[in-house]
């Protein structure tokens, strides 16, 4: 795959990550485009790894696997809520 078809896929598994994650989301379109590249790596890893199957075996499903943890994560992570309050 090449780094166009790379950028478009993330992309397209970071909008899908971020309407699956409830919450609001502060990332713009390179934010997205960023979240599903680095998710599409995460779901290589993780089928690779873990599942043992080859990454262009399920390629998006994976890749929106990968791109929803890291959605999650990004969300956890700049959510500026207090949780326990007195």
């Not at 795959?1 to 992309?11: E, H, K, R, V």
């Not at 485009?33 to 199957?53: E, H, N, T």
Request: hydrophobic share 60%; proline share 1%.
């Amino acid at each position: 795959m090449d780094i166009i078809g790379l950028l478009i896929m993330g992309l397209i598994v970071g909008a899908i990550g971020r309407l699956v994650v409830p919450g609001r989301h502060r990332l713009g379109l390179l934010g997205t485009m960023a979240v599903g590249v680095a998710g599409a790596f995460l779901g290589w890893w993780i089928g690779k790894g873990l599942v043992g199957v080859k990454f262009h075996d399920h390629l998006w499903i994976w890749a929106t696997i990968g791109s929803i943890l890291v959605v999650w994560v990004v969300t956890a992570l700049t959510t500026r809520r207090l949780r326990f309050r007195r």
